[in-house]
């Protein structure tokens, strides 16, 4: 497991421009990353959030990977879109206003999400979307999150939307 967290771990290219496709086609407005790694998604988001005049949050827990992510994004051109935050994802969604975030993409230590998910309900905006990355080829670490989702999908309708037992 440590080298795994060692790793830098970017969302490929199809996923990243499949998602700011997402903040585009909703105009989202406040994007918020959980798991900037070295910034790769999200100069891709803050590229999409200048179509919408919106901005990007992203958080990172390791240090040099904030470093890393500010030099990359400022290189890209792109920080004034974005805000680069060096803490836990949980600690930044607990004081988040309330229906304030149009698209949260989790890209972060999987099995924390379902602790998120309060404060994710929480955050959203009514039609807000939660993506998440590598829900397929690591379900088993998001089981947990994904059972928090069925249950709610079978409460709410269409509040929670694409959670299926299958995953996809």
Do not use: C
């Amino acid at each position: 497991m440590a080298d795994r967290l060692l790793r830098l771990r970017n969302m490929t290219p199809e996923v990243a421009g499949l998602i700011a496709l997402l903040i585009r086609s909703q105009r989202s407005a406040h994007v918020l990353e959980i798991g900037t790694s070295n910034g790769y998604s999200a100069i891709w988001f803050a590229d999409a959030v200048r179509d919408t005049d919106g901005r990007v949050t992203t958080v990172e827990t390791d240090v040099e990977r904030v470093e890393a992510a500010v030099r990359n994004i400022e290189g890209a051109g792109v920080s004034a879109w974005v805000t680069v935050v060096h803490d836990d994802g949980g600690n930044v969604l607990a004081p988040t206003l309330d229906a304030s975030v149009d698209l949260v993409v989790l890209d972060a230590e999987r099995p924390a999400y379902a602790d998120y998910w309060p404060h994710l309900r929480r955050v959203l905006t009514p039609y807000g979307v939660v993506a998440v990355d590598n829900a397929v080829s690591h379900g088993e670490q998001l089981t947990k999150f994904r059972a928090l989702l069925e249950r709610e999908s079978g409460k709410a309708g269409k509040r929670v939307r694409g959670a299926s037992p299958g995953g996809r």
